[in-house]
Nanobody, 124 residues
Framework: QVQLVESGGGSVQAGGSLRLSCAAS????????MGWFRQAPGKERDFVAT????????YYADSVKGRFTISRDNAKNTVYLQMNSLKPEDTAVYYC?????????????????WGQGTQVTVSS
């Protein structure tokens, strides 16, 4: 069993930055692909970014390319999402997810474990 705990959310003005962290428990967590998703009020959960177990494969949603960076530190069992040039439309609850395989995926259905989410609010 893997437990995921997100942190780093908050409120910022447009153009600002935040770094989200996702700490994973479980001795096999560092062999899992990880992803970030987000859900705005009244909308479906959307893919943001994903990273393979060793960081060799990374995908981003078009809406965040060039602004967000996903990374991981397997020694700390932690995945990060650096978010720069934030926009009001980035406002959402951000969820970390783990997939019981090495391979990155942009589909929420492919993930086995989810965190509780952290709120990100960007004001104009």
């Amino acid at each position: 069993q893997v437990q995921l705990v997100e942190s780093g959310g908050g409120s910022v003005q447009a153009g600002g930055s935040l770094r989200l962290s996702c700490a994973a428990s479980g001795r096999t967590a560092n062999s899992y692909a990880m992803g970030w998703f987000r859900q705005a009020p009244g909308k479906e959960r959307d893919f943001v970014a994903t990273i393979s177990w060793n960081g060799g494969t990374i995908y981003y949603a078009d809406s965040v390319k060039g602004r967000f960076t996903i990374s991981r530190d397997n020694a700390k069992n932690t995945v990060y999402l650096q978010m720069n040039s934030l926009k009001p439309e980035d406002t959402a609850v951000y969820y970390c997810a783990a997939r019981r395989t090495y391979f990155a995926s942009s589909s929420a259905d492919d993930y086995n474990y989810w965190g509780q989410g952290t709120q990100v609010t960007v004001s104009s």
